[in-house]
């Protein structure tokens, strides 16, 4: 076999992992619908985008595709100032922004 997957088994697959993640997802947030959340749930449930946003960020900062793997100093410093930005602005659209405008600003120089 020489590696290619039966159109019928991909879609398949696809199918059940959108309902998999579907039943997940409803299994906390529809069946709770309508109910009120403890308050150590909703003080726990606040670090959410702050745990969510560097696993997303840090494998794009340590291994870029861009620079095939390779870490580069341009988005090392863009990271960098996007937690600078936070850290003393603590807000995340401005640390979000201010990075991006490092990271820009840096290509260009670099």
Excluded: H, Q
């Amino acid at each position: 076999m020489s590696g290619a997957f039966d159109p019928a088994t991909v879609w398949t697959v696809i199918v059940l992992m959108g309902i998999g993640t579907f039943l997940i997802r409803f299994s906390f947030l529809g069946l709770m619908a309508g109910k009120r959340f403890p308050d150590w749930a909703m003080r726990l449930l606040r670090y959410v985008p702050v745990a969510v946003m560097p696993g997303l960020v840090a494998p794009l900062v340590v291994w870029p595709a861009a620079t095939g793997g390779e870490p580069d100093a341009a988005r090392i410093g863009a990271a960098l100032a996007a937690l600078a930005i936070g850290a003393a602005t603590r807000n995340t659209l401005g640390a979000i922004l201010g990075g991006m405008g490092a990271l820009y600003l840096l290509l260009w120089l670099v």
